[in-house]
């Protein structure tokens, strides 16, 4: 079976300019997480779905960040005004449920110039 | 504040050799240890631990649980160049989001 894909793999943007990051998680899996690695760094806990719903977005780091599960499969990281702070890789992640092992995928390396 | 501690943070052994990797964990409510190993990009899944002292076992890899000391090995023996990687520990937390280490990068000289 296939594992969590994300797109685009690569993204290179201006400041201020919005980006949309893609997430298809494992299929049959109902939680799926969100988490930003910066270079030297462990991933940083960004927002998890349960289904279509945000359970938990406190790892946001301000309003310019959103992200969507509409119909409970496929995930969309919105980021607004993008700033070169916001360069990082971002990576998606699935679980069978809330609690079990999280599955990653390759991420979205993004530079923002 | 939860924290999770990797040590050390980069470690360079030639094939052949075992390598212990060190995680150390202060969270509230801690519910499992988790082991990922990152090559490029993804992290793979190694291990989940919940119980201490129950060794989790797969090929050359082992790891480790001490819920009272609060810390976690990862064991890899006769090592190969492809077990050069960053080792990333997380703690799965009540909130169901993992807090990661910064990691332990292997490197593995032929």
């Known amino acids: 079976g296939a594992g969590v894909s994300q797109t685009p793999s690569n993204k290179v943007t201006e400041k201020g300019k919005y980006v949309e990051l893609r997430c298809d998680p494992i299929?049959?899996?109902?939680?799926l997480y969100w988490y930003r690695q910066s270079l030297g760094q462990g991933p940083e806990f960004l927002i998890y779905?349960?289904?279509?719903?945000?359970?938990?977005d406190s790892g946001l780091p301000n309003d310019r960040f959103f992200a969507v599960r509409p119909e409970g499969s496929v995930s969309t990281l919105k980021i607004q005004r993008t700033e070169r702070g916001d360069s990082a890789v971002y990576l998606c992640?699935?679980?069978?449920?809330?609690?079990?092992?999280?599955?990653f995928g390759p991420g979205t390396r993004l530079l923002v110039l | 504040e939860d924290k999770v501690v990797q040590s050390p943070l980069s470690l360079v052994v030639h094939e052949g050799d075992t390598v212990t990797l060190n995680c150390s964990y202060e969270v509230t409510n801690f519910r499992s240890l988790l082991w990922y190993k990152q090559e490029k990009k993804a992290p793979t899944f190694l291990f989940m631990l919940?119980?201490?002292?129950i060794e989790k076992k797969s090929g050359r890899l082992s790891s480790i649980l001490d819920k009272k000391e609060l810390f976690s090995i990862l064991n890899i023996t006769a090592t190969q160049t492809g077990d050069s990687a960053v080792y990333l520990c997380?703690?799965?937390?009540?909130?169901?989001?993992?807090?990661f280490g910064t990691g332990t990068r292997l490197t593995i000289i032929p």
């Open positions: 299929s049959g899996h109902t939680a």
């Open positions: 992640a699935s679980s069978l449920g809330v609690g079990e092992t999280q599955y």
């Open positions: 919940t119980s201490s002292g």
């Open positions: 997380a703690v799965s937390l009540g909130n169901e989001k993992l807090t």
């Open positions: 779905f349960q289904g279509t719903g945000a359970a938990d």
